[in-house]
């Protein structure tokens, strides 16, 4: 029964995340959503920007913070190992609603693209990043980044396996394609109002204090191996020409 549970647990909250993450895609595009980033000042400017950049502060730390070792070593002691990871996902989703709901929208575009070429270009690399944030999940492990594979080895009463250091497609050209994805995605914008421009703007600097952090940890985990692949492989900006050899 237990094991049931834990499992029912993991699917739950990794479907939500995937309703989470389509609605974020909307939520950032301006499209089929309810609510979206972008609308009339309805709070003075300040009010908004402070709501705003205290919503993007805490899905970084949220983000930042769960994801440390010393974190996870202290927070096991409290939640079953099994569920680390779906707890991770479930507290992510959390931010994320929290951050769809109390969202300030701030007026005024900074540009606007109608039609054209220019609009096309934009509404092509926005869907590419969010192709390259779903595609880098796979190549890592998507069901272990997401804490199904977890549920499931204790579903199995297996013992975890944890994953091996290997590149697979985007990694060979760039070390942090997922995070790259976003970046696209944020800032490929038709309508760039200011609102949009603190998301992008935050979560950008987010990103790039994230992967400082990030990689710290993958350097303890897989030793000389990450380093090597540190010093061969660009953090952001791929490799097109050739790829290098790890």
């Known amino acids: 029964m237990k094991k049931t549970a834990v499992l029912i647990y ?20 301006n499209f089929l959503v309810p609510k979206s980033i972008d609308g009339p000042l309805n709070v003075p ?7 705003n950049l205290s919503l993007i502060l805490l899905f970084g730390v949220q983000h930042s913070l769960m994801a440390r070792q010393w974190f996870k070593k202290w927070w096991v002691k409290i939640i ?8 991770y996902v479930f507290f992510t989703v959390l931010v994320l609603i ?12 900074l540009w606007v693209v109608e039609e054209g070429m220019l609009y096309g270009i934009l509404m092509a690399v926005f869907a590419l990043g969010w192709t390259i944030v779903l595609v880098s999940t796979f190549m890592i492990n998507h069901f272990d980044l997401f804490g ?19 590149l697979n497609v985007f990694y060979h050209y760039v070390r942090h394609p997922l995070y790259l994805g976003f970046i696209l995605a944020l800032w490929a914008a038709p309508v760039m109002s200011i609102a949009r421009l603190v998301l992008a703007a935050g979560l950008s600097i987010y990103i790039l204090l994230a992967i400082q952090w990030e990689e710290k ?5 897989f030793g000389e191996k ?11 900006i791929p490799i097109l020409m050739r790829r290098r050899k790890v």
């Open 217 to 221: 940890d993958l350097i303890q985990q």
């Open 226 to 236: 990450y380093k090597k692949y540190k010093t061969a492989v660009p953090m952001l």
């Open 148 to 166: 199904l594979r977890q549920v499931w080895f204790y579903f199995r009463a297996k013992p975890y396996e944890p994953l091996k250091f290997r």
């Open 98 to 109: 929290s951050l769809f709901v109390f969202w300030q929208p701030m007026g005024h575009n």
């Open 45 to 51: 400017l300040w009010q908004a920007a402070l709501t």
């Open 80 to 87: 079953p190992e099994f569920i680390e990871r779906s707890t």
């Open 10 to 29: 993991g699917i739950v909250v990794y479907c939500i995340f995937l309703i989470s993450f389509l609605y974020l895609v909307g939520f950032i595009g």
